[in-house]
């Protein structure tokens, strides 16, 4: 538990999904170690220690939509276990369900989503996505198996540049690709016919929670008319209604945005005084707020829904997990 | 991307004082002294080659000016009245701050033979950058040369520093991207000082040889398989004299880096400069040719890219790398792929489908033309329904309708291919004969200007060609006009490496087999060697370098027929056990060896030699063993110390009797006992053996079944005494 929040802390585990596969894991791990002490129930004690594994996860960075609903999973499995069950039956048990959800959930879901996504693939497409999302990375390499003549325009941006990692492993499995800055994304949309994007959680008004610049691109395809496609899996659909992405997101290190890797040159934040740093604020913001205007689709396991379906979906999926 | 106008990079910084004392200058060499360019190099010079439409001595010339040299002197040998009359008529004539000198010399046969020559004309000051024309680099000179400039101030010595870059070569074809051989560097990652330089390492024996004294030097040493010669120098005045003092010199790697490398009486050093963000590449086969030429497309070389370099003639670059020059005539149904230049006048008919390729000016190209990855010079023609896959068409070729070019093909300069006639894969076709005498040594080679096929290029190339060709046309079809040059003998399997086509995928299946081939019969050996070849290192500066290098498998071999030879000597003349002791040892320690091996190998001369005296029956056998096991047991007890060795011996004698002498086989545990006998074998191995053998499979256990009983009889004794000592 301590090392999955640690390599949280340090940026190593990034992307929605590897978090949530790294923290169920690590549930597993805790609830096959834990011995319920005398005095007490299994379902209550280990449901306030798994909120204990919480609150730290929360403490070495915000947790996403996901995980929440990943938790919310795990508990009310939890509470809904038989009393007649023994501990060890208990762990067996649970540890089966948290399989089950990331094998359904996360694993399968995905398979359903790039084999939906394939079909919108043509000969002679060309591709636009940001930042590095791996179902969509799936669905690239997945189409270009199938053989589908494509190119892939990798935007990117500043700070985290995961782009590059995206880049990597795409020409290296031999696609033809075009990197580039969010700041030229007018410039390279015109001869784009499909843009993918990938998503961190979608509320039910539609609107789709992912990595800040997504808005941006999903605006810039909107403009110049190309369909914007959402690939998320539906466990990170949330209820919740957001319209702007101040009031519930993530501040990454400010630092980040003040320097530029590699440039020694670019210093010009260098040697501020702390009476000037009094009238700066540096803002990184790690996620934004597409409006559902500017999606045409949403690819989910569910299938391709539009996004005023949203919550239909999360309605579908609330009464599926009383159910499991 | 705007059009940066080339010097604007940043020029070299230096003390005003001292940059009024050494304007940089720099040697080009515009003569690659190669002939791997031909056929093309006997009508036209290297460096004049047009690389994306530009000649390539433009990329060099436009590359020293923008690193802050100031003074140039351009060595012109083959053809150097072209080179010249291109020079004098190009803009490189009348830059200010920017002289470009031209140096000519029609008997220069080398570099060592240039640099000979620039020397005698005394006319380089100071530090020098010591270039080829055919290099294209957007590198700063800035920080290299100050680096060895401070190396220069400590240590005299430090007379050149060559430019590398990572570049890892591809482990099946050894060669690196650019189509030159892998190379091997040994560098000290402190000092930055190369200490081993190879670019003709053999492979087949899977290994380089480092000299001891390299590593006992230098506290760390790295040796490189991934980085890649930019074949871009500074070099100090010193180097010039050095080629100078020895005459010999001719290459520049292979004489020159190599002999200062070995040589330790003057003490000179070479340091290297390595270079990540920057490119930096020599155009040396027409595979690199091409991986540079799409490398200038894809603006790796920026700003050294055609339409910055053209400056006036307007060439547009558009979406996916398409250059395009203002006035091509285009027609609606063709098919522009990504990454292709389309030179000036040029006109492209219907449904002509291009890709990867770059056209240069004047082209007519008809309807329904395919062209992949290749190269078209000036004033071509293709007529309609060609295929062009991955060749190099120079100027004023005509491809008559239907004929296709297989990949890898050269034209050379106004070369007709005649009507549906399909050029095979490799050729390399000419209007000149090929030269019959072909220098067998590379260093010699260089486009002979002077001999006879200057005259034959004159006549041919100003007239009316196709009369006295007649009779040759139908080497290229009705209507065609040219050789097709024949290829050398061995050269042929050669040909896909350094050729303009990419390696056929069949060529890396078999690379890849018989690689595996190799490796498996290494691996047997008991010597895995890796992908990029073992570094081993000599453990020894003296004769006996190379039995090092073979494998231990082989070497145990001829030990033991060694220490066989020694045993016999030491019974037919009677040699005191000491003193074959002495020898034995004196064999292990050459052969290191440990004495476990002594013990078997002596062990089994032994019973080799009682196998091979005269015996009629197992008992005599049996004697003739005993007699030699009781002569020579002082022998063979002194290389068993401990029961590990003794273990071996039986393990040894197990094995003889398995394969070479099968007589023993009903002996082995009259044999065994016998050593016992003797005190050869304590009871103690002779248990761990059995111990051993336990849980060997049945086959293995003949032999412990057969020496049941002695084993039995071995552990009572054992317990007994045991039970005396309670």
């Not at chain 1, 060309?126 to 799936?138: A, F, H, I, P, Q």
């Not at chain 1, 501040?251 to 702390?274: E, F, H, M, Q, W």
């Not at chain 2, 087949?204 to 490189?224: C, E, M, Q, R, Y």
Request: aromatic share 8%; net charge negative.
């Amino acid at each position: 538990m301590n090392r999955v929040g640690l390599q949280y802390l340090a940026g190593d585990l990034s992307g929605g999904n590897a978090r949530c596969i790294a923290m169920l894991q690590a549930f597993q791990e805790a609830i096959r170690d834990y011995s319920t002490p005398p005095e007490k129930t299994l379902t209550r004690d280990l449901t306030s220690k798994i909120g204990g594994f919480v609150s730290f996860l929360i403490e070495c960075r915000p947790l996403s939509m996901s995980m929440g609903n990943a938790i919310r999973f795990l508990k009310s499995r939890i509470a809904r276990l038989p009393l007649t069950l023994s501990e060890s039956e208990a762990k067996t048990t649970l540890c089966s369900d948290i399989d089950r959800f990331i094998n359904e959930k996360i694993v399968l879901a995905d398979k359903v989503i790039l084999r939906h996504a394939a079909t919108k693939i043509r000969d002679g497409d060309v591709l636009l996505t940001y930042g590095s999302s791996c179902v969509v990375e799936m669905i690239l390499l997945y189409a270009h198996e199938l053989g589908k003549q494509f190119r892939v325009v990798v935007v990117d941006s500043h700070p985290m540049l995961e782009g590059q990692k995206l880049l990597r492993r795409l020409v290296v499995k031999g696609l033809s690709c075009t990197y580039t800055q969010l700041n030229a994304i007018s410039y390279v949309m015109h001869k784009v016919t499909r843009v993918f994007l990938g998503a961190s959680s979608i509320f039910s008004n539609g609107t789709v929670y992912s990595t800040v610049g997504t808005a941006s691109v999903a605006m810039v395809a909107h403009a110049f008319r190309v369909p914007v496609l959402v690939c998320c899996e539906a466990y990170k659909f949330h209820e919740r209604v957001q319209l702007d992405s101040i009031c519930f997101n993530e501040l990454g290190d400010p630092d980040a945005i003040s320097k530029v890797p590699g440039r020694v040159d670019v210093n010009y934040l260098d040697n501020l005084t702390d009476k000037q740093k009094e009238n700066l604020e540096l803002l990184n913001l790690k996620y934004d707020a597409t409006p559902s205007d500017y999606i045409s689709v949403i690819v989910t396991d569910y299938g391709m829904i539009p996004p005023t379906s949203v919550p239909v979906i999360v309605r579908g999926y609330r009464k599926e997990y009383l159910l499991i | 991307m705007g059009a940066q106008k080339k010097g604007a990079t940043a020029r070299v910084s230096e003390d005003p004082e001292e940059l009024a004392r050494h304007p940089l200058q720099a040697i080009l060499l515009a003569d690659s002294f190669t002939t791997k360019f031909r056929p093309i190099t006997l009508e036209r010079p290297k460096v004049l080659l047009p690389l994306v439409n530009i000649p390539m001595i433009n990329y060099t010339l436009a590359w020293l000016e923008s690193a802050g040299v100031e003074e140039v002197f351009v060595f012109c040998c083959a053809h150097s009245k072209q080179v010249i009359d291109y020079l004098e008529s190009s803009e490189w004539s009348s830059q200010p701050n920017f002289s470009v000198t031209t140096i000519e010399s029609h008997n220069s046969i080398s570099a060592g033979d240039a640099l000979r020559l620039i020397y005698e004309r005394n006319v380089i000051h100071g530090d020098f950058v010591l270039i080829s024309g055919d290099t294209v680099s957007n590198m700063s000179l800035t920080q290299a040369l100050q680096e060895h400039k401070d190396r220069r101030k400590k240590d005299a010595n430090a007379i050149m520093t060559m430019v590398v870059k990572q570049s890892k070569p591809s482990p099946i074809t050894q060669q690196s991207r650019l189509g030159t051989d892998e190379l091997f560097m040994a560098i000290n990652p402190v000092t930055k000082q190369l200490l081993y330089y190879e670019d003709k390492a053999e492979y087949s024996k899977g290994f380089i040889s480092l000299d001891k004294t390299l590593i006992a030097d230098n506290p760390s040493v790295i040796l490189h398989n991934d980085k890649q010669d930019c074949y871009i120098d500074i070099c100090s005045q010193e180097v010039l004299s050095l080629f100078t003092d020895n005459f010999d010199y001719q290459h520049l790697r292979r004489h020159f880096v190599k002999g200062l490398l070995v040589d330790d009486i003057m003490g000179y050093k070479i340091f290297t400069h390595e270079i990540h963000s920057s490119y930096a590449a020599r155009i040396d086969n027409f595979r690199s040719y091409d991986t540079i030429s799409k490398d200038i497309i894809q603006r790796w070389t920026y700003p050294f890219v055609p339409d910055v370099l053209c400056g006036s003639s307007a060439i547009k670059v558009e979406r996916q790398g398409t250059y395009r020059a203002s006035d091509v005539t285009l027609s609606r149904s063709a098919q522009l792929g990504s990454f292709i230049f389309i030179g000036q006048g040029t006109k492209i008919g219907n449904d002509t489908k291009i890709s990867h390729s770059v056209i240069g000016e004047r082209c007519t190209i008809g309807s329904n033309v395919t062209i992949e990855g290749s190269y078209i010079w000036n004033n071509v023609t293709i007529e309609d329904g060609c295929q062009l896959r991955n060749a190099i068409v120079c100027d004023g070729v005509i491809l008559k309708s239907g004929a296709v070019l297989q990949p890898g093909v050269i034209l050379s300069f106004k070369v007709v291919v005649g009507q549906q006639f399909v050029v095979p894969a490799y050729s390399k076709v000419s209007l000149l004969q090929q030269p019959t005498q072909q220098d067998s040594d590379e260093e010699l080679e260089y486009a002979d200007s002077t001999s006879g096929t200057g005259e034959l290029r004159s006549d041919k190339l100003n007239g009316d060609i196709a009369p006295d060709l007649s009779e040759i046309a139908s080497e290229l079809g009705t209507g065609g006009v040219g050789y097709i040059w024949k290829v050398f003998e061995g050269a042929y399997d050669e040909e896909w490496r350094h050729s303009v086509a990419p390696i056929p995928t069949d060529k890396l299946v078999k690379l890849m087999l018989d690689r595996d081939e190799d490796e498996e019969l290494l691996t047997q050996d008991g010597n895995i060697i890796s992908a990029s070849g073992e570094l081993k290192t000599d453990s020894d500066g003296n004769g006996s370098e190379d039995d090092d290098n073979e494998d231990s498998r082989d070497d145990y071999v001829s030990f033991e027929k060694e220490v066989e030879a020694t045993f016999l000597r030491a019974v037919h003349e009677n040699v005191k056990v000491d003193l074959a002791v002495l020898e034995v040892n004196a064999l292990r320690l050459s052969y290191n060896m440990a004495s476990v091996d002594c013990g078997g190998a002596i062990f089994y001369s032994m019973m080799k030699l009682a196998v091979e005296s005269p015996h009629n029956s197992a008992s005599e056998l049996h004697r003739n063993a005993a007699d030699i096991v009781t002569t020579w047991q002082k022998l063979l007890k002194s290389f068993l110390h401990d029961i590990d060795e003794e273990i071996e011996v039986i393990l040894k004698f197990e094995e003889m009797c398995l394969e070479s002498a099968k007589e023993f086989a009903a002996l082995f545990p009259q044999i065994l006992h016998l050593l016992y006998d003797k005190e050869i074998l304590q009871e103690d191995a002779i248990l761990r053996w059995a111990d051993e053998k336990e849980g060997a499979d049945e086959s293995d256990k003949v032999f412990l079944k057969r020496s049941e009983k002695f084993i039995q009889w071995l552990r009572e004794a054992e317990e007994e005494e045991e039970e005396e000592d309670e």
